[in-house]
């Protein structure tokens, strides 16, 4: 049981550059998230979804896409990276129901320049 | 405005000694507050979840209480060791929806030897 995995765990892209990060979970939960940790700032959610084929918009989504094909992966495309997207990635997965825990991969830190 | 303040910012304390994290939520309407702890480079991992009607729980040297009234919290940590220096994150859950989680900015606590 490998929980959340995210690749890659560095990256950085030039200002323009398109690309997708990715986030896989194998404990079957139904809502998956990606958020965003900037310093000195609580972590800002992105997008989620709460099943394959259905995903919505979270606090800051402009400048990036999602899609959910499988209970298992939720990858995050940056369109046309800017400089503003620098920060840490973090994909989390937990089941619907009642007050459970929400699991975290281990982050993406990306720098666009 | 929904927002989750922690204090104090950082802290720094000696191995052994104890210290109390506090978190003050301005979130409504309440489901439950989260404590996790951040490693350095690391996804944030659960420590405790608290529903409205619960206002202490443990885990293991750390214990989270909640006053839903004040709406306060705060985690206390027993006997500190090197291995607790990390980043503790108090998030709230919106009820209604799909898990609206509202971050706190953490406290950065560096236990010394």
């Known amino acids: 049981n490998a929980g959340v995995t995210q690749t890659p765990k560095f990256q950085v892209l030039k200002t323009g550059q398109s690309m997708t990060l990715q986030c896989a979970q194998d404990?079957?939960?139904?809502?998956m998230s990606w958020y965003r940790q900037d310093p000195g700032m609580g972590l800002r959610l992105i997008h989620y979804?709460?099943?394959?084929?259905?995903?919505d918009q979270g606090e800051v989504p402009n400048g990036y896409n999602v899609s959910r094909s499988t209970t298992e992966d939720f990858p995050l495309r940056l369109l046309s990276a800017a400089p503003s997207q620098t920060s840490v990635y973090f994909c989390?997965?937990?089941?619907?129901?009642?007050?459970?825990?929400?699991?975290f991969g281990p982050g993406t830190r990306l720098t666009v320049t | 405005k929904n927002q989750v303040e922690q204090s104090p910012q950082s802290l720094i304390i000696l191995e052994g000694k104890n210290c109390t994290l506090q978190?003050?939520?301005?979130?409504?309407?309440?489901?439950?507050l989260r404590w996790y702890k951040q490693d350095t480079g690391r996804g944030p991992v659960s420590l405790t979840i608290?529903?409205?009607?619960?206002n202490t729980k443990s885990n293991g040297r750390y214990t989270a209480t909640l006053d839903a009234d004040t709406k306060q919290s705060s985690l206390h940590i027993t006997a500190s060791q090197l291995s607790d220096s990390a980043s503790y994150i108090c998030v709230v859950t919106l009820s209604g929806g799909y898990n609206k989680l509202i971050f706190g900015a953490g406290t950065r606590l560096a236990v010394h030897p």
């Open positions: 404990m079957n939960h139904e809502y």
């Open positions: 608290m529903t409205f009607s619960e």
């Open positions: 978190c003050n939520y301005t979130v409504s309407p309440f489901s439950n």
């Open positions: 989390a997965s937990q089941t619907l129901a009642g007050a459970n825990e929400q699991y």
């Open positions: 979804s709460v099943g394959a084929g259905i995903t």
